[in-house]
Each structure stands twice: as C-alpha cells, then as structure tokens.
C-alpha cells in the first residue's frame, strides 16, 4: 500500500511581502494597486483639470471638474501676474532651502555624535532628545519665547522653531550605528579624525538616509504654514502655502488678482474663482511630485535599516 507525501513547502527566508504568491494572491495584489493608484491619481487629475477649465465647464460640471471640456490657462496667467504669488513662491523655495541645509546639518552632527558610544554625555543627552518627543511646552509659551527674542514679523521664525526632528535624529543615529567598524579602525589608523570619518566614510556609505531624511524636512517646510499664521502678520512675507490656506481654505479673495465674486477677471476672459484656487493647490504639488521620484528608491533601504538596525 502506497501512501501520498505531502511534499514540505520550502521556507521562504525573505521579509513577507516579497513571499511568491498564488494567482489568486497575484490577483488581488494587482487589483489592489490598481485600486490604490485611481484613489490617489483620481485626485490630482481632478484638481489639475478644474485649473485648467473655464467658468462655463465648471458650471457644467457643478464644481470640481473631472471630465474635459473648455480648457484655459487662464487662471495660471493671472497667478503668475500676481506679485504676491510669485513673492510668496519665491519666499517658499528659500525657506525650504535654506531650512534643509540647516536642518539636515544640525540632525548629521548630533546623530552623529549620539551613534559614537564614547562621545561625552551621548547617553543623557539622548535621553534628553527622547523626553522631548512625548513633552512640549505648548504653542503659546513658545509663542511668547519667539516673540520675546523679536521673531514676530520676521522670516526667520518659518524656520528655527522647527528646525530640528528627534525622530530624524533617532533614525540617523541608527543608520550610522550600522556603519562597519571596520571601516571606522581604518580611518582612523590612517590617521582621520571625527570629522574626516563623518565626511569621507560615514556620509558617502548613508546616501539613503541622507536623501530620505533630506525629502522630510523638504516636505515641511514647503507645507508650513501654520508659523507664517502665527508669527507672519505681514502677507507680502506669506509663503505659498499660506496664500492657499487663506485663499483656497478660508475663501479669502487673492489680494490683487482682481476678481469678483462671480469670477469675472476684469479686460479678461471669465475664470472661476475655483479655477484659482485649484490652480494654486497645483502649484503647491508641483515641487513634490518632481522631487519625490528623484529619492523614492531609497525609502525602503532608509527608513528600514534605520528603525531597525539602530
């Protein structure tokens, strides 16, 4: 008498989401993303197309546009007119630039000095650092400290109040942890000091941090706004995205664009408020979709061997 086997599966020894499935699995797999890409893109395409549309097709379609009809670029030509519009971009970019360059140079150094075990006080200050992600001391005695050191009204305020994030510092300091000691003894037998290891072996061999620690900061300080409300009483010195919470969340009317009410754009052809504002929103996402692909890559490897590794 013979007896059937069951042949033993084979262990799978890699992370569980890279585990071969069925076609069932594969199926549900694929309708999923595709499910997940129309909730994503069906917004985006909604919000490019009503920037795009005329009054009259956005009457037709009884608000947000989602299938083409009358197109104009009108509404990116009365932005792009505006001075407010383009100082407040302007405005935007150096914030975000100069705030990641000052971001990411203070979060290198301190992670850095955290993940060496023999650095003069690493295990208190870190402790320190950890406390501060579960406490603060709230929004108006910071107000008030920003204020008592003359930071109302000024630029600087869209940027030292949130400089720093411990838990980018934590997931830094974790990445650097990994590095090979041998590496390290080899520096420094050669004869490389702390900031030669830093510069020459630990930076060159954290390319995927850096990028995906560098996309965070990026990210917010593009989309701060809620600095500028506190501190920015002056709206020739509001960022973008303040020009779209006031003008697209609050239905402010856009100093200077000369609209009414009804949309009309005076000598010009008539253009729906919500076309601006959709055409503001617009311009807000641009930066990030162009940048986001550049370091998308290094998600995984980033923010996984940080977390986990450290």
Not at 62 to 80: K, M
Not at 257 to 275: K, N, P, R, V
Request: glycine share 10%; net charge positive.
């Amino acid at each position: 008498m013979t007896a059937d086997i069951a042949r033993p599966r084979r262990k799978h020894h890699g992370p569980a989401w890279e585990e071969r499935t069925g076609p069932v699995g594969q199926g549900v797999k694929g309708i999923t993303l595709v499910v997940v890409c129309v909730l994503i893109l069906l917004p985006l395409w909604t919000i490019v197309l009503t920037s795009l549309s005329t009054q009259a097709a956005i009457n037709e379609a009884g608000g947000l546009v989602t299938v083409p009809g009358e197109l104009t670029l009108e509404a990116y030509r009365q932005i792009f007119t505006n001075q407010l519009v383009t100082h407040s971009l302007l405005v935007s970019l150096a914030i975000t630039v100069v705030g990641t360059a000052l971001s990411m140079a203070v979060t290198v150094l301190c992670a850095y000095g955290l993940s060496r075990h023999g650095s003069f006080g690493h295990r208190y200050i870190l402790l320190f650092l950890v406390v501060t992600m579960f406490f603060s001391g709230g929004l108006i005695p910071t107000f008030l400290v920003v204020t008592a050191l003359g930071g109302y009204g000024q630029y600087w305020t869209m940027i030292l109040p949130s400089a720093v994030s411990v838990f980018n510092i934590l997931v830094m300091r974790g990445f650097f942890s990994s590095t090979a000691p041998e590496l390290l003894d080899a520096a420094r037998m050669d004869g490389a000091g702390e900031w030669r290891i830093l510069w020459s072996v630990v930076l060159p061999t954290s390319r995927a941090v850096l990028a995906v620690i560098t996309l965070f900061y990026a990210v917010g300080y593009w989309n701060s706004f809620f600095n500028a409300l506190l501190y920015l009483p002056d709206n020739g010195k509001w960022p973008l995205q303040m020009i779209m919470y006031m003008y697209t969340l609050q239905g402010s009317n856009m100093p200077g664009s000369g609209t009414t009410g009804t949309g009309q754009y005076a000598g010009h052809q008539q253009i729906a408020t919500l076309s601006l504002q959709m055409a503001v929103v617009t311009l807000t996402l641009i930066p990030i979709l162009l940048v986001y692909p550049l370091v998308q890559r290094h998600f995984t490897k980033g923010m996984l061997v940080g977390a986990i590794k450290g």
